[in-house]
C-alpha cells in the first residue's frame, strides 16, 4: 500500500516491482489465467510467491488504476536462493541475505541492462521511518549512490572480475513530505486497488512469533513450506545470537485468544529490510 501510494503521489519515469517466487505445487497461484499473465509479464516460470496472492492483484489492479505500465521482474526462486550455498544456513534479521537475491538484484539487473547512468530511486519510507533510511544513507558511498557488488569483465585467465557498481541515489519522498501510515489509509480508501492487510513474506523472520501463529491460520501452506526448509537446511529462520525458535514450535503454540487482522500492525509484520 505504501510503495502504491508512492507511485500515484509521486510520479517517476519507470515502476518496477520484484516478484518473490517459490516452487511449492501446494502453494500454487490458483487463477491460471492470472498466473499465466504473471509468466509473461517475468520471462518465467510461475508457479507461487512466497507473499499474500493478493499481490499478484494489486499489481495488475495499479497498473490499470496509474494507467501506467508496471515492469516485473524476478531472480531466482527462493527454493534456489535456499539450496546449498556457501552460506550454510537460512537467512534471518543478522544475514538477510534473502532481500538481496529475490528483490535488490533483480531491480539492479534490469537497471543495467538498459545501460543508462545511475538512476534516482523513491524508497517508501513513511515520515516515521527516519531510522531506516538514516541507516539505508550509510551503506552508500560517498557520492550518495548505493553499490552493487558485479561482474565488471574477465581477467586474464578466464575468471570473472568483480566489482562495487553505482546504480542508484535513493531518496525518500514520504519523509521529506511529513506522509504517516494513515494519509496512506486514507488515500486508498474507495478506490479500485485490491491489497493484502500485511505485505512481504507470509513466514518472513522479522515477524513476531505470535504474529507467524496467526500466518499458519491463513497460509497453511506456505507457513508449511517455510517450516520445511527449516528441516532441509538443518537451520533456523529465527536465529538471535545463538537463541533459536523453530518453526514448528510456532505451530504447535496454543492460542489463548482467537487473532483477528486487528490485533496486529505494520510493526508486528516485519518487512523485508531494504
Keep these: ?3 502504491a501510494y508512492l507511485a500515484a503521489n509521486f510520479p517517476s519515469d519507470a515502476l518496477v516491482f520484484a516478484l518473490v517466487r517459490i516452487e511449492d505445487e501446494e ?3 490458483k487463477d491460471e489465467g492470472l498466473r499465466r499473465k504473471v509468466e509473461d509479464k517475468i520471462g518465467a516460470e510461475f508457479i507461487a510467491t512466497a507473499e499474500d496472492d493478493a499481490i499478484i492483484w494489486t499489481m495488475f489492479d495499479l497498473e490499470q488504476y496509474l494507467g501506467q505500465e508496471i515492469t516485473w521482474v524476478t531472480g531466482p526462486t527462493f527454493d534456489k536462493v535456499l539450496r546449498p550455498n556457501d552460506r550454510n544456513m537460512l537467512p534471518n534479521v543478522l544475514h538477510r541475505y534473502c532481500t538481496q537475491h529475490m528483490k535488490v538484484e533483480p531491480i539492479f539487473n534490469w537497471w543495467r541492462a538498459l545501460n543508462i547512468p545511475p538512476i534516482t530511486t523513491q524508497i517508501g519510507y513513511r515520515a516515521n521511518e527516519q531510522k531506516r533510511a538514516t541507516k539505508f544513507m550509510q551503506r552508500c558511498n560517498a ?4 553499490e552493487m557488488k558485479a561482474v565488471i569483465g574477465k581477467s586474464l585467465n578466464g575468471r570473472n572480475r568483480w ?3 553505482p546504480w542508484q541515489r535513493p531518496s525518500f519522498p514520504l519523509i521529506e513530505h511529513a506522509i504517516y501510515k494513515d494519509a496512506i489509509v486514507n488515500y486508498w480508501s ?3 486497488v485490491r491489497f493484502a492487510t500485511y505485505n512481504n513474506c507470509v513466514g518472513c523472520f522479522h515477524r513476531n512469533a505470535l504474529f507467524l501463529r496467526y500466518m499458519y491460520d491463513l497460509h497453511p ?3 508449511a513450506w517455510f517450516e520445511s526448509k527449516e528441516g532441509e537446511q538443518k537451520g533456523y529462520w529465527r536465529n ?5 525458535t523453530p518453526y514448528a514450535r510456532i505451530r504447535q503454540m496454543a492460542r489463548q ?3 483477528t487482522d486487528s490485533d496486529f500492525t505494520s510493526c508486528d509484520a516485519g518487512y523485508c529490510g531494504m
Excluded: L
Design 1 to 3: 500500500m505504501t510503495s
Design 27 to 29: 502453494c500454487r497461484f
Design 143 to 146: 557520492d550518495g549512490y548505493a
Design 163 to 165: 566489482g562495487m557498481i
Design 190 to 192: 474507495g478506490k479500485p
Design 221 to 223: 501452506q506456505k507457513m
Design 240 to 244: 538471535e545470537n545463538g537463541q533459536v
Design 257 to 259: 485468544v482467537r487473532f
